[in-house]
């Protein structure tokens, strides 16, 4: 049973350009959910998808946006890059249409990905 | 405004001893996670506790839930150098669904 992926494990970009971020969620689970996290801090919640659609949104600009295919697999894409979006990209999935709270609600981190703005 | 406040930042002991890291918060979760995250890796869930009250024991690591569902604890006995990590607390509010907010963290390093 696969876990959370993403790709890429790292990545190195230039003040301005966009990055894409990939996600495939844990089998069986539908809703995916994006977390930045600066070093020496705690996850900052950015979104969540949940059929296809931006179910909730964190303290975020709009630079930050994100999409879910049919699949369940999700992207979250970075527009005119800024150094202080050098962080550690979590996604995390639940299965958060099915099965009852509390244990739908649980979520499952990918490794991340490491983003560093130059 | 940091909606929960994890304590201490940083703990450094020695392997055999026991600490506690604390979550506190004004806000009342529906459920309180918490995580162990080692460098290059995603947060790894270690327990969810969901009624005021409760505790739960994994091995030698004791979690509560406050009364309130506001706070919350880990306590580790006799520590081990395995145990060297940075510990997350992060809740889930009735109104939020799976939304996680996340404490600051606690950086535990065991010395052998």
């Known amino acids: 049973d696969a876990g959370v992926t993403q790709s890429p494990t790292h990545l190195i970009k230039t003040r301005g350009q966009q990055v894409t971020l990939r996600c495939s969620p844990k089998?069986?689970?539908?809703?995916v959910s994006w977390y930045q996290q600066a070093l020496g801090q705690g996850p900052q919640f950015i979104f969540q998808?949940?059929?296809?659609?931006?179910?909730q949104r964190g303290n975020f600009p709009d630079r930050f946006s994100g999409h879910q295919f049919p699949n369940y697999s999700s992207e979250l894409n970075v527009n005119a890059l800024l150094l202080g979006d050098s962080a550690l990209y979590l996604c995390a999935s639940t299965a958060g249409g099915k099965g009852h709270a509390p244990a739908k609600n649980i979520q499952y981190f990918g490794a991340g990905t490491r983003l560093s703005v130059l | 405004t940091q909606l929960l406040e994890q304590s201490p930042q940083f703990l450094s002991i020695q392997e055999g001893e026991n600490l506690t890291v604390y979550c506190n918060s004004s806000?009342?979760?529906?459920?309180l996670q918490w995580y162990r995250q080692e460098p290059g890796e995603g947060p790894v869930l270690l327990v969810t506790v969901v009624t005021g009250g409760e505790v739960k024991k994994l091995k030698r690591l004791t979690f509560q839930f406050g009364d309130a569902r506001k706070d919350s604890s880990l306590h580790i006995t006799a520590a081990q150098t395995g145990d060297t990590g940075l510990y997350l607390c992060?809740?889930?509010?009735?109104?939020?669904?799976?939304?996680?907010?996340f404490g600051e963290g606690t950086q535990l390093t065991v010395n052998p």
């Open positions: 998808y949940y059929e296809e659609e931006e179910r």
């Open positions: 992060a809740g889930a509010r009735e109104t939020s669904g799976s939304r996680l907010t």
């Open positions: 806000s009342v979760f529906s459920s």
């Open positions: 089998s069986g689970h539908d809703t």
